[in-house]
């Protein structure tokens, strides 16, 4: 006959087993997390920058581009297997330090082991929060950053 502590043994060994297991599946699962090297496209063709992406667990996405000054913050989804799409902001400041405007972009695409593309629509909103503009349409594709030894 099994006691209380015994049973209750038995359940955490069988909850890290399927823990585990999960994990393993998860992880060989194709998955857009990671850092990316992102070169938009303009016009069709490249833009004279690029920018680094990352989609963290959680659903965290933080990006920086050698374009402008600053990095953008902001959530992403996993769409189907191998689709995503996300929205961050990114806000700029004049010399005096204070907000100059606030710059959004939307995206949605596609990943495929190391490469990935998509399009993505930029607004770039003033300090009341009032659009400056017609938002901007691109495309881009991508690179996953990988892991290299030293």
């Known amino acids: 006959m099994l006691n209380r502590r015994e049973v209750l043994a038995g359940l955490g060994?069988?909850?890290v087993g399927?823990?585990?297991?999960?994990?393993?599946a998860q992880a060989a699962a194709p998955t857009v997390r990671g850092a990316w090297l992102i070169q938009p496209?303009?016009?069709?063709?490249?833009?004279?920058?690029?920018?680094?992406a990352a989609f963290a667990a959680g659903g965290v996405f933080i990006?920086?581009?050698?374009?402008?000054?600053?990095?953008?913050i902001g959530e992403w989804t996993a769409s189907g297997a191998n689709g995503f799409a996300f929205t961050y902001l990114n806000f700029h400041f004049d010399s005096a330090g204070k907000l100059a405007n606030t710059v959004k972009v939307r995206a949605a695409?596609?990943?495929?082991?190391t490469t990935l593309s998509g399009r993505a629509t930029?607004?770039?909103?003033?300090?009341?929060g009032n659009p400056l503009g017609p938002d901007r349409r691109f495309k881009f594709t991508g690179k996953r950053v990988a892991v290299e030894r030293p």
């Open 13 to 15: 060994v069988a909850t």
């Open 18 to 24: 399927s823990a585990v297991t999960a994990g393993a």
């Open 41 to 52: 496209k303009t016009s069709g063709a490249p833009a004279p920058f690029r920018a680094l």
């Open 63 to 72: 990006t920086t581009g050698q374009d402008e000054p600053g990095t953008g």
């Open 109 to 113: 695409g596609t990943f495929k082991r």
């Open 122 to 128: 930029l607004t770039t909103l003033g300090p009341s």
